[in-house]
Protein backbone atom coordinates (compact mmCIF):
# COMPACT_ATOMS: atom_id res chain seq x y z
CA UNK A 1 0.00 0.00 0.00
CA UNK A 2 1.16 3.24 -0.70
CA UNK A 3 1.86 6.04 2.16
CA UNK A 4 -1.27 8.05 0.97
CA UNK A 5 -3.74 5.14 0.59
CA UNK A 6 -2.23 3.96 4.35
CA UNK A 7 -3.26 7.98 5.47
CA UNK A 8 -6.23 7.95 4.28
CA UNK A 9 -7.43 4.37 5.85
CA UNK A 10 -5.82 5.53 9.31
CA UNK A 11 -7.47 8.88 9.22
CA UNK A 12 -10.40 6.09 8.78
CA UNK A 13 -9.93 4.20 11.70
CA UNK A 14 -9.24 7.47 13.46
CA UNK A 15 -12.54 8.51 12.67
CA UNK A 16 -14.28 5.63 13.77
CA UNK A 17 -12.67 6.02 17.24
CA UNK A 18 -13.60 9.22 17.45
CA UNK A 19 -17.12 9.44 15.71
CA UNK A 20 -18.89 7.35 18.49
CA UNK A 21 -17.80 10.24 21.25
CA UNK A 22 -20.22 12.78 19.84
CA UNK A 23 -23.76 13.68 21.45
CA UNK A 24 -27.13 12.18 19.97
CA UNK A 25 -29.25 14.62 18.36
CA UNK A 26 -32.17 14.60 20.51
CA UNK A 27 -33.54 16.96 23.15
CA UNK A 28 -35.10 20.26 22.96
CA UNK A 29 -31.18 21.48 22.04
CA UNK A 30 -30.91 19.04 19.19
CA UNK A 31 -30.16 21.89 16.63
CA UNK A 32 -26.45 23.26 18.71
CA UNK A 33 -25.91 19.22 18.55
CA UNK A 34 -26.72 19.00 15.28
CA UNK A 35 -25.04 22.26 14.21
CA UNK A 36 -21.66 20.82 16.54
CA UNK A 37 -21.97 17.64 14.84
CA UNK A 38 -22.45 18.78 11.18
CA UNK A 39 -18.64 20.91 11.86
CA UNK A 40 -16.67 17.87 12.97
CA UNK A 41 -18.27 15.09 10.77
CA UNK A 42 -16.99 17.54 7.75
CA UNK A 43 -13.92 15.57 7.78
CA UNK A 44 -10.87 16.73 7.32
CA UNK A 45 -7.23 14.80 7.82
CA UNK A 46 -8.19 14.13 11.47
CA UNK A 47 -4.38 14.90 11.36
CA UNK A 48 -4.44 15.81 16.00
CA UNK A 49 -6.28 12.83 16.91
CA UNK A 50 -3.76 10.67 14.41
CA UNK A 51 -0.79 11.93 15.71
CA UNK A 52 -1.83 11.51 19.16
CA UNK A 53 -2.64 7.76 18.49
CA UNK A 54 0.41 7.36 16.64
CA UNK A 55 2.18 8.88 19.35
CA UNK A 56 0.44 7.09 22.12
CA UNK A 57 1.25 3.52 20.43
CA UNK A 58 4.44 4.53 19.67
CA UNK A 59 5.09 4.66 23.22
CA UNK A 60 3.82 1.21 23.77
CA UNK A 61 0.46 2.72 24.97
CA UNK A 62 -2.55 -0.37 24.73
CA UNK A 63 -5.79 1.22 26.62
CA UNK A 64 -8.90 2.97 25.03
CA UNK A 65 -7.92 5.83 27.76
CA UNK A 66 -6.65 7.94 24.99
CA UNK A 67 -9.80 7.76 22.90
CA UNK A 68 -11.54 10.70 24.81
CA UNK A 69 -8.57 12.76 24.24
CA UNK A 70 -8.48 12.49 20.44
CA UNK A 71 -12.09 12.86 20.74
CA UNK A 72 -11.34 15.82 22.48
CA UNK A 73 -8.76 17.64 20.91
CA UNK A 74 -10.60 17.22 17.16
CA UNK A 75 -13.64 18.56 18.50
CA UNK A 76 -11.36 21.64 19.78
CA UNK A 77 -9.79 21.85 16.51
CA UNK A 78 -13.48 21.70 15.12
CA UNK A 79 -14.76 24.78 17.70
CA UNK A 80 -11.67 27.23 16.22
CA UNK A 81 -12.70 26.44 12.72
CA UNK A 82 -16.30 27.17 13.20
CA UNK A 83 -15.27 30.75 15.40
CA UNK A 84 -12.73 31.44 12.46
CA UNK A 85 -15.18 31.40 9.70
CA UNK A 86 -17.70 33.58 11.65
CA UNK A 87 -18.17 37.10 9.74
CA UNK A 88 -16.75 38.88 12.30
CA UNK A 89 -13.42 36.81 11.80
CA UNK A 90 -12.65 35.56 8.81
CA UNK A 91 -16.24 35.21 7.15
CA UNK A 92 -15.64 32.21 4.92
CA UNK A 93 -18.46 30.85 3.48
CA UNK A 94 -16.86 27.15 2.26
CA UNK A 95 -14.74 24.77 4.54
CA UNK A 96 -13.44 21.92 3.47
CA UNK A 97 -16.15 21.89 -0.23
CA UNK A 98 -19.22 22.33 2.49
CA UNK A 99 -20.67 25.52 3.35
CA UNK A 100 -19.46 26.86 7.14
CA UNK A 101 -21.54 26.13 10.04
CA UNK A 102 -22.92 29.83 10.21
CA UNK A 103 -23.98 29.80 6.73
CA UNK A 104 -26.04 26.67 7.34
CA UNK A 105 -27.37 27.31 10.90
CA UNK A 106 -26.76 31.16 11.13
CA UNK A 107 -24.61 33.44 13.43
CA UNK A 108 -25.81 32.60 16.40
CA UNK A 109 -26.31 29.03 16.44
CA UNK A 110 -23.11 28.75 14.99
CA UNK A 111 -21.62 30.75 17.79
CA UNK A 112 -23.08 27.84 20.23
CA UNK A 113 -22.33 25.10 18.33
CA UNK A 114 -18.29 26.18 18.27
CA UNK A 115 -19.16 27.32 22.39
CA UNK A 116 -20.78 23.48 22.73
CA UNK A 117 -18.28 21.50 20.89
CA UNK A 118 -14.91 23.66 23.08
CA UNK A 119 -17.49 22.85 26.51
CA UNK A 120 -18.36 19.22 25.27
CA UNK A 121 -14.63 18.44 24.51
CA UNK A 122 -13.72 18.57 27.98
CA UNK A 123 -16.83 16.76 29.41
CA UNK A 124 -15.11 14.27 27.47
CA UNK A 125 -11.53 14.04 28.16
CA UNK A 126 -12.91 14.85 31.63
CA UNK A 127 -14.93 11.80 31.68
CA UNK A 128 -11.60 9.25 31.39
CA UNK A 129 -10.69 10.35 34.82
CA UNK A 130 -13.13 7.88 36.37
CA UNK A 131 -12.04 5.32 33.72
CA UNK A 132 -8.70 5.44 35.36
CA UNK A 133 -9.25 7.24 38.78
CA UNK A 134 -5.51 5.80 39.98
CA UNK A 135 -3.94 7.08 37.01
CA UNK A 136 -2.37 10.72 37.18
CA UNK A 137 -1.01 10.31 34.09
CA UNK A 138 -4.94 11.91 32.96
CA UNK A 139 -4.74 15.17 35.09
CA UNK A 140 -1.38 15.57 33.46
CA UNK A 141 -3.09 15.13 29.56
CA UNK A 142 -6.06 17.11 31.11
CA UNK A 143 -3.97 20.39 32.25
CA UNK A 144 -2.18 19.71 28.56
CA UNK A 145 -4.72 19.97 26.60
CA UNK A 146 -6.30 23.32 28.38
CA UNK A 147 -3.23 25.01 28.38
CA UNK A 148 -2.44 24.31 24.54
CA UNK A 149 -5.51 25.33 23.66
CA UNK A 150 -6.03 28.36 25.59
CA UNK A 151 -4.75 31.73 25.57
CA UNK A 152 -1.30 30.73 26.04
CA UNK A 153 -1.79 28.43 23.15
CA UNK A 154 -4.41 28.17 19.92
CA UNK A 155 -6.41 31.11 21.48
CA UNK A 156 -3.57 33.29 22.03
CA UNK A 157 -2.47 33.05 18.44
CA UNK A 158 -5.55 33.24 17.11
CA UNK A 159 -5.60 36.71 18.78
CA UNK A 160 -2.36 38.02 17.42
CA UNK A 161 -3.76 36.75 13.81
CA UNK A 162 -6.97 38.52 14.55
CA UNK A 163 -5.19 41.78 15.28
CA UNK A 164 -3.03 41.58 12.52
CA UNK A 165 -5.34 40.53 9.84
CA UNK A 166 -6.50 42.07 6.73
CA UNK A 167 -3.26 44.48 7.16
CA UNK A 168 0.15 43.85 5.81
CA UNK A 169 1.77 45.09 8.79
CA UNK A 170 2.35 41.67 10.34
CA UNK A 171 5.70 41.59 11.92
CA UNK A 172 8.16 38.57 11.25
CA UNK A 173 8.15 38.29 15.52
CA UNK A 174 4.11 38.16 15.19
CA UNK A 175 4.05 35.76 13.03
CA UNK A 176 6.25 33.36 14.23
CA UNK A 177 4.05 33.52 17.29
CA UNK A 178 0.99 33.36 15.28
CA UNK A 179 2.37 30.04 13.76
CA UNK A 180 3.62 28.57 16.70
CA UNK A 181 0.43 28.66 18.65
CA UNK A 182 -2.78 29.06 16.38
CA UNK A 183 -2.30 26.08 14.88
CA UNK A 184 1.14 24.52 16.34
CA UNK A 185 0.08 24.38 20.11
CA UNK A 186 -2.98 22.10 19.31
CA UNK A 187 0.35 19.72 17.18
CA UNK A 188 1.81 20.04 20.15
CA UNK A 189 -0.85 19.20 22.31
CA UNK A 190 -1.65 15.84 20.23
CA UNK A 191 2.12 14.04 20.63
CA UNK A 192 2.76 15.64 24.00
CA UNK A 193 -1.05 13.85 25.87
CA UNK A 194 0.04 10.56 23.18
CA UNK A 195 3.30 10.36 25.09
CA UNK A 196 2.14 11.43 28.64
CA UNK A 197 -1.19 8.56 28.84
CA UNK A 198 1.62 6.05 27.02
CA UNK A 199 4.19 6.46 29.84
CA UNK A 200 6.86 8.49 28.00
CA UNK A 201 9.62 9.37 30.69
CA UNK A 202 10.12 13.14 31.11
CA UNK A 203 12.90 12.94 28.42
CA UNK A 204 11.35 11.35 25.79
CA UNK A 205 8.31 14.01 25.94
CA UNK A 206 10.79 16.95 25.55
CA UNK A 207 11.66 15.17 22.52
CA UNK A 208 8.46 14.86 21.88
CA UNK A 209 7.75 17.86 22.15
CA UNK A 210 10.48 19.69 20.01
CA UNK A 211 9.54 17.58 17.43
CA UNK A 212 5.81 18.45 17.55
CA UNK A 213 6.56 21.71 17.61
CA UNK A 214 8.65 21.79 14.06
CA UNK A 215 5.91 19.36 12.50
CA UNK A 216 3.42 22.46 13.57
CA UNK A 217 5.51 24.84 11.59
CA UNK A 218 6.23 22.95 8.31
CA UNK A 219 2.64 21.70 8.43
CA UNK A 220 1.45 25.79 8.69
CA UNK A 221 3.86 26.96 6.35
CA UNK A 222 2.93 24.36 4.01
CA UNK A 223 -0.38 25.87 4.15
CA UNK A 224 0.81 29.27 2.80
CA UNK A 225 2.37 27.67 0.28
CA UNK A 226 -0.69 25.45 -0.73
CA UNK A 227 -2.92 28.56 -0.63
CA UNK A 228 -0.70 30.22 -3.38
CA UNK A 229 0.17 27.25 -5.21
CA UNK A 230 -3.50 25.17 -4.99
CA UNK A 231 -6.55 25.25 -6.74
CA UNK A 232 -9.86 26.32 -5.21
CA UNK A 233 -11.14 22.97 -6.42
CA UNK A 234 -8.60 20.84 -4.91
CA UNK A 235 -8.26 22.70 -1.30
CA UNK A 236 -12.54 22.57 -0.78
CA UNK A 237 -11.83 26.38 0.37
CA UNK A 238 -11.10 29.37 -2.04
CA UNK A 239 -7.27 29.24 -2.94
CA UNK A 240 -5.38 32.43 -3.23
CA UNK A 241 -7.25 34.15 -0.07
CA UNK A 242 -4.22 35.22 1.73
CA UNK A 243 -3.13 37.44 -1.26
CA UNK A 244 -6.45 38.67 -1.64
CA UNK A 245 -6.78 39.90 1.71
CA UNK A 246 -3.47 41.27 1.51
CA UNK A 247 -2.58 38.63 4.05
CA UNK A 248 1.54 38.87 4.69
CA UNK A 249 1.77 35.25 5.28
CA UNK A 250 5.30 33.32 5.95
CA UNK A 251 5.79 33.03 2.04
CA UNK A 252 5.04 37.06 1.47
CA UNK A 253 8.45 37.16 4.40
CA UNK A 254 10.66 34.43 2.31
CA UNK A 255 9.14 34.01 -0.51
CA UNK A 256 7.93 30.59 -2.47
CA UNK A 257 11.07 28.94 -2.94
CA UNK A 258 12.80 29.46 0.67
CA UNK A 259 9.58 28.80 2.15
CA UNK A 260 9.41 25.37 0.72
CA UNK A 261 12.94 25.00 1.46
CA UNK A 262 12.38 25.42 4.98
CA UNK A 263 9.14 22.99 5.17
CA UNK A 264 11.73 20.41 4.51
CA UNK A 265 14.12 21.68 6.92
CA UNK A 266 11.68 21.74 9.79
CA UNK A 267 10.19 18.18 8.94
CA UNK A 268 13.84 16.69 8.59
CA UNK A 269 14.71 18.04 11.84
CA UNK A 270 11.29 16.64 13.70
CA UNK A 271 12.61 13.23 12.05
CA UNK A 272 15.76 13.74 13.25
CA UNK A 273 14.58 14.23 16.76
CA UNK A 274 12.19 10.86 16.52
CA UNK A 275 14.69 8.92 15.41
CA UNK A 276 16.81 9.79 18.47
CA UNK A 277 14.08 7.99 20.61
CA UNK A 278 14.43 3.82 21.52
CA UNK A 279 10.75 3.55 20.64
CA UNK A 280 10.56 3.54 16.56
CA UNK A 281 6.82 4.10 14.76
CA UNK A 282 7.50 4.09 10.94
CA UNK A 283 4.56 5.18 10.31
CA UNK A 284 4.66 8.51 11.98
CA UNK A 285 7.83 9.04 10.32
CA UNK A 286 6.63 8.51 7.12
CA UNK A 287 3.28 10.87 7.48
CA UNK A 288 5.65 13.58 8.59
CA UNK A 289 7.25 13.01 5.08
CA UNK A 290 3.61 13.11 3.53
CA UNK A 291 2.54 15.95 5.06
CA UNK A 292 4.78 18.61 3.38
CA UNK A 293 4.57 17.25 -0.01
CA UNK A 294 0.81 17.40 0.74
CA UNK A 295 -1.41 19.15 -2.03
CA UNK A 296 -4.33 20.45 0.29
CA UNK B 1 -25.19 44.51 59.81
CA UNK B 2 -28.32 44.23 57.48
CA UNK B 3 -28.40 41.34 55.30
CA UNK B 4 -27.99 43.77 52.33
CA UNK B 5 -24.63 44.69 53.74
CA UNK B 6 -23.86 41.16 54.68
CA UNK B 7 -24.12 40.20 51.19
CA UNK B 8 -22.54 43.30 50.12
CA UNK B 9 -19.44 42.41 52.08
CA UNK B 10 -19.01 38.93 51.15
CA UNK B 11 -19.79 39.48 47.65
CA UNK B 12 -16.19 41.62 47.88
CA UNK B 13 -14.66 38.33 50.06
CA UNK B 14 -15.78 36.51 47.20
CA UNK B 15 -13.96 38.68 45.04
CA UNK B 16 -11.09 38.96 46.66
CA UNK B 17 -10.50 35.34 46.22
CA UNK B 18 -11.23 34.82 42.95
CA UNK B 19 -9.73 37.99 41.03
CA UNK B 20 -6.42 36.49 41.92
CA UNK B 21 -6.73 33.41 39.16
CA UNK B 22 -7.65 35.84 36.61
CA UNK B 23 -4.41 35.99 33.97
CA UNK B 24 -2.05 38.85 33.84
CA UNK B 25 -2.60 40.69 30.87
CA UNK B 26 0.99 40.39 29.35
CA UNK B 27 2.30 38.86 26.32
CA UNK B 28 1.32 39.18 22.43
CA UNK B 29 -1.85 38.33 23.50
CA UNK B 30 -2.42 40.78 26.05
CA UNK B 31 -5.50 42.03 24.29
CA UNK B 32 -7.48 39.02 24.79
CA UNK B 33 -6.48 38.51 28.47
CA UNK B 34 -7.05 42.50 28.65
CA UNK B 35 -10.72 41.69 27.33
CA UNK B 36 -11.02 38.75 29.15
CA UNK B 37 -10.56 40.85 32.61
CA UNK B 38 -12.49 43.63 31.49
CA UNK B 39 -15.35 41.38 31.53
CA UNK B 40 -14.90 39.55 34.65
CA UNK B 41 -14.18 42.71 36.68
CA UNK B 42 -17.36 44.38 35.33
CA UNK B 43 -18.62 43.26 38.36
CA UNK B 44 -21.91 42.07 39.58
CA UNK B 45 -23.55 40.02 42.31
CA UNK B 46 -20.93 37.15 42.27
CA UNK B 47 -23.54 35.16 42.89
CA UNK B 48 -22.59 31.46 41.80
CA UNK B 49 -18.76 31.27 43.47
CA UNK B 50 -20.48 33.05 46.58
CA UNK B 51 -23.45 30.23 46.50
CA UNK B 52 -20.46 27.33 45.94
CA UNK B 53 -18.68 28.72 48.75
CA UNK B 54 -21.34 29.50 51.10
CA UNK B 55 -22.36 25.65 50.45
CA UNK B 56 -18.68 24.42 50.96
CA UNK B 57 -18.44 26.20 54.32
CA UNK B 58 -21.71 24.45 54.99
CA UNK B 59 -20.37 20.98 54.72
CA UNK B 60 -17.75 21.98 56.56
CA UNK B 61 -14.95 22.46 54.07
CA UNK B 62 -11.62 23.72 55.17
CA UNK B 63 -8.99 23.85 51.91
CA UNK B 64 -8.46 26.19 49.48
CA UNK B 65 -9.12 23.97 46.58
CA UNK B 66 -12.91 25.25 46.33
CA UNK B 67 -10.81 28.99 45.61
CA UNK B 68 -10.32 27.28 41.48
CA UNK B 69 -13.57 25.85 41.23
CA UNK B 70 -14.99 29.21 42.45
CA UNK B 71 -13.25 31.46 40.08
CA UNK B 72 -13.92 29.22 37.34
CA UNK B 73 -17.83 28.94 36.99
CA UNK B 74 -17.27 32.85 37.18
CA UNK B 75 -15.38 32.90 34.41
CA UNK B 76 -18.16 30.29 32.51
CA UNK B 77 -20.86 32.89 33.72
CA UNK B 78 -19.03 35.77 32.12
CA UNK B 79 -18.23 33.83 29.27
CA UNK B 80 -21.43 33.19 28.54
CA UNK B 81 -22.20 36.85 28.92
CA UNK B 82 -19.72 38.08 26.39
CA UNK B 83 -21.21 35.56 23.61
CA UNK B 84 -24.97 36.57 24.46
CA UNK B 85 -24.52 40.29 24.03
CA UNK B 86 -22.96 39.69 20.41
CA UNK B 87 -24.79 41.36 17.58
CA UNK B 88 -25.72 38.13 16.61
CA UNK B 89 -26.85 36.83 19.82
CA UNK B 90 -28.98 39.76 22.20
CA UNK B 91 -26.72 42.63 20.31
CA UNK B 92 -26.64 44.11 23.98
CA UNK B 93 -24.61 47.94 24.01
CA UNK B 94 -24.74 47.88 28.04
CA UNK B 95 -24.42 45.49 30.63
CA UNK B 96 -24.08 46.08 34.48
CA UNK B 97 -23.49 49.63 33.42
CA UNK B 98 -20.54 49.58 31.62
CA UNK B 99 -19.98 49.21 27.92
CA UNK B 100 -20.53 45.25 26.69
CA UNK B 101 -17.21 43.58 25.50
CA UNK B 102 -18.05 43.75 22.25
CA UNK B 103 -18.56 47.48 21.73
CA UNK B 104 -15.10 48.18 23.66
CA UNK B 105 -12.92 45.27 22.04
CA UNK B 106 -14.65 45.19 18.39
CA UNK B 107 -16.88 41.71 17.58
CA UNK B 108 -14.07 39.49 16.84
CA UNK B 109 -11.87 40.07 20.10
CA UNK B 110 -15.05 38.96 21.79
CA UNK B 111 -15.25 35.74 20.42
CA UNK B 112 -11.66 35.06 21.36
CA UNK B 113 -12.25 36.46 24.72
CA UNK B 114 -15.40 34.52 25.35
CA UNK B 115 -13.60 31.51 23.93
CA UNK B 116 -10.51 32.22 25.95
CA UNK B 117 -12.88 32.42 29.32
CA UNK B 118 -14.08 29.41 28.67
CA UNK B 119 -10.87 27.49 28.22
CA UNK B 120 -9.31 29.38 31.02
CA UNK B 121 -11.77 27.99 33.23
CA UNK B 122 -11.24 24.50 32.59
CA UNK B 123 -7.46 24.86 33.18
CA UNK B 124 -8.17 26.51 36.03
CA UNK B 125 -10.19 24.38 37.72
CA UNK B 126 -7.77 21.30 36.03
CA UNK B 127 -5.19 23.32 37.60
CA UNK B 128 -7.08 21.78 41.26
CA UNK B 129 -6.30 18.11 40.47
CA UNK B 130 -2.14 18.44 40.90
CA UNK B 131 -2.99 20.39 43.84
CA UNK B 132 -4.58 17.43 46.01
CA UNK B 133 -3.64 14.53 43.40
CA UNK B 134 -5.56 11.81 45.88
CA UNK B 135 -8.89 13.67 46.31
CA UNK B 136 -11.30 11.62 43.76
CA UNK B 137 -13.87 14.42 44.94
CA UNK B 138 -11.69 16.96 42.36
CA UNK B 139 -12.86 15.10 39.64
CA UNK B 140 -16.10 14.59 40.49
CA UNK B 141 -16.61 18.27 40.84
CA UNK B 142 -14.45 19.22 37.36
CA UNK B 143 -17.61 16.46 35.74
CA UNK B 144 -20.19 18.47 36.95
CA UNK B 145 -19.05 22.07 36.23
CA UNK B 146 -18.55 20.58 32.49
CA UNK B 147 -21.81 19.15 32.25
CA UNK B 148 -23.74 21.57 33.47
CA UNK B 149 -21.76 24.25 31.67
CA UNK B 150 -22.40 22.36 28.24
CA UNK B 151 -25.14 21.47 25.61
CA UNK B 152 -27.04 19.48 28.49
CA UNK B 153 -26.04 22.98 30.64
CA UNK B 154 -26.24 26.15 30.10
CA UNK B 155 -25.25 25.88 26.54
CA UNK B 156 -28.47 23.79 25.90
CA UNK B 157 -30.70 26.54 27.38
CA UNK B 158 -28.76 29.47 25.45
CA UNK B 159 -29.79 27.23 22.35
CA UNK B 160 -33.19 27.30 22.83
CA UNK B 161 -33.46 30.60 24.33
CA UNK B 162 -31.91 31.50 20.85
CA UNK B 163 -34.12 29.59 18.63
CA UNK B 164 -37.43 31.22 20.01
CA UNK B 165 -35.92 34.47 20.64
CA UNK B 166 -37.72 37.59 18.90
CA UNK B 167 -40.78 35.22 18.32
CA UNK B 168 -43.31 35.48 21.24
CA UNK B 169 -43.95 31.53 20.28
CA UNK B 170 -41.76 29.72 22.97
CA UNK B 171 -43.82 27.39 24.35
CA UNK B 172 -44.44 27.13 28.14
CA UNK B 173 -42.60 23.87 28.04
CA UNK B 174 -39.74 25.63 26.23
CA UNK B 175 -39.56 28.17 28.58
CA UNK B 176 -39.02 26.13 31.43
CA UNK B 177 -36.42 23.87 29.89
CA UNK B 178 -35.00 27.87 29.38
CA UNK B 179 -35.26 28.80 32.65
CA UNK B 180 -34.09 25.55 34.24
CA UNK B 181 -30.90 25.36 31.93
CA UNK B 182 -29.87 28.74 31.17
CA UNK B 183 -29.30 30.29 34.55
CA UNK B 184 -30.27 27.06 36.74
CA UNK B 185 -27.35 24.84 35.32
CA UNK B 186 -24.50 27.15 36.90
CA UNK B 187 -26.21 27.75 39.92
CA UNK B 188 -26.80 23.78 40.45
CA UNK B 189 -23.10 23.12 39.42
CA UNK B 190 -22.05 25.89 42.32
CA UNK B 191 -24.23 24.10 44.64
CA UNK B 192 -23.22 21.00 43.70
CA UNK B 193 -19.71 21.25 43.45
CA UNK B 194 -19.53 23.12 46.66
CA UNK B 195 -20.62 19.58 48.45
CA UNK B 196 -18.84 17.41 46.74
CA UNK B 197 -15.75 19.10 47.25
CA UNK B 198 -16.93 19.51 50.80
CA UNK B 199 -17.34 15.76 51.32
CA UNK B 200 -21.52 15.78 51.40
CA UNK B 201 -22.94 12.36 50.75
CA UNK B 202 -25.02 11.11 47.83
CA UNK B 203 -28.53 12.44 49.64
CA UNK B 204 -26.94 15.51 50.92
CA UNK B 205 -26.18 16.24 47.86
CA UNK B 206 -29.43 14.89 46.37
CA UNK B 207 -31.53 17.46 48.31
CA UNK B 208 -28.45 20.47 47.87
CA UNK B 209 -29.36 19.94 43.61
CA UNK B 210 -33.01 20.03 44.52
CA UNK B 211 -32.64 23.23 46.69
CA UNK B 212 -30.32 24.84 43.89
CA UNK B 213 -32.79 23.85 41.33
CA UNK B 214 -35.48 25.74 42.64
CA UNK B 215 -32.98 28.82 43.49
CA UNK B 216 -32.34 28.59 40.00
CA UNK B 217 -35.86 29.34 38.81
CA UNK B 218 -36.76 31.96 41.99
CA UNK B 219 -33.86 34.07 40.69
CA UNK B 220 -34.56 33.84 36.88
CA UNK B 221 -38.41 34.39 37.31
CA UNK B 222 -37.33 37.42 39.14
CA UNK B 223 -35.42 38.59 36.75
CA UNK B 224 -38.18 38.73 34.60
CA UNK B 225 -40.17 40.64 36.95
CA UNK B 226 -37.17 43.09 37.02
CA UNK B 227 -37.33 43.49 33.54
CA UNK B 228 -41.03 44.53 34.03
CA UNK B 229 -40.74 46.99 37.26
CA UNK B 230 -37.30 48.26 37.69
CA UNK B 231 -35.99 51.48 36.20
CA UNK B 232 -32.59 51.09 33.57
CA UNK B 233 -30.44 53.04 36.26
CA UNK B 234 -31.38 50.49 38.64
CA UNK B 235 -30.56 47.44 36.82
CA UNK B 236 -27.73 49.31 34.91
CA UNK B 237 -28.92 47.62 31.30
CA UNK B 238 -32.08 48.48 29.60
CA UNK B 239 -34.91 47.68 31.25
CA UNK B 240 -38.38 46.83 29.70
CA UNK B 241 -36.12 44.58 26.86
CA UNK B 242 -38.00 41.63 26.84
CA UNK B 243 -41.54 43.44 25.86
CA UNK B 244 -39.87 45.82 23.29
CA UNK B 245 -38.39 42.46 21.88
CA UNK B 246 -41.92 41.04 21.82
CA UNK B 247 -40.05 38.50 23.90
CA UNK B 248 -42.73 36.24 25.89
CA UNK B 249 -41.20 35.55 29.74
CA UNK B 250 -42.55 34.03 32.67
CA UNK B 251 -44.43 36.99 33.37
CA UNK B 252 -46.00 36.91 29.94
CA UNK B 253 -47.75 33.62 30.92
CA UNK B 254 -48.60 33.58 34.47
CA UNK B 255 -49.06 37.32 34.80
CA UNK B 256 -46.78 39.60 37.12
CA UNK B 257 -48.69 38.77 40.62
CA UNK B 258 -48.34 34.93 40.10
CA UNK B 259 -45.33 34.87 38.98
CA UNK B 260 -43.97 37.35 42.24
CA UNK B 261 -45.93 34.50 44.22
CA UNK B 262 -44.31 31.73 42.16
CA UNK B 263 -40.35 33.36 43.29
CA UNK B 264 -41.47 33.29 46.73
CA UNK B 265 -43.27 29.81 46.61
CA UNK B 266 -39.92 28.40 45.07
CA UNK B 267 -37.62 30.15 47.56
CA UNK B 268 -39.17 28.72 50.24
CA UNK B 269 -38.91 25.13 49.05
CA UNK B 270 -35.14 25.63 48.76
CA UNK B 271 -35.02 27.47 52.52
CA UNK B 272 -37.17 24.04 53.58
CA UNK B 273 -35.34 21.61 51.95
CA UNK B 274 -31.82 23.51 52.92
CA UNK B 275 -33.43 23.25 56.27
CA UNK B 276 -34.03 19.71 56.29
CA UNK B 277 -30.28 19.17 56.75
CA UNK B 278 -27.82 18.07 59.54
CA UNK B 279 -25.58 21.35 58.74
CA UNK B 280 -26.97 24.79 59.08
CA UNK B 281 -25.70 28.30 57.52
CA UNK B 282 -27.83 31.10 58.24
CA UNK B 283 -25.96 33.45 56.32
CA UNK B 284 -27.04 31.37 53.28
CA UNK B 285 -30.92 30.93 54.11
CA UNK B 286 -30.90 35.05 54.50
CA UNK B 287 -29.14 35.19 50.65
CA UNK B 288 -31.61 32.87 48.86
CA UNK B 289 -34.63 35.44 51.59
CA UNK B 290 -32.93 38.38 50.13
CA UNK B 291 -32.29 37.31 45.95
CA UNK B 292 -35.91 37.12 45.55
CA UNK B 293 -36.34 40.46 46.93
CA UNK B 294 -33.61 42.21 45.24
CA UNK B 295 -34.42 44.99 43.02
CA UNK B 296 -31.78 44.26 40.35
Redesign the interface.
Known sequence: MDIAAEIAKRAQETEQRILPYL?REE???R???AA?NYSFRAGGKRLRPMLMWETYRMFGGKSDIIEPFMAAIEMIHT??LI?DD????DNDTYRRGQKTTHIVY????A??A???L???A??TA??A??KE?GN?NV?KA??VL??Q????GM??????D??TDGTSEVTRE?LD?IYR?KTGALIRAAMQIGGILAGATKKEQEVLDRAAEKIGLAFQIQDDILDVTATTETLGKPAGSDARNGKATYVTYEGLERAAADVEQYSHEAVTLLSSLVVKNEFLMKLIEHLIHREK
Open positions: PGYQTVIMYSHLPAMGEAMILGDGLNYYEIGLSPPGLMAQAGIYVGGQTVVEQFL
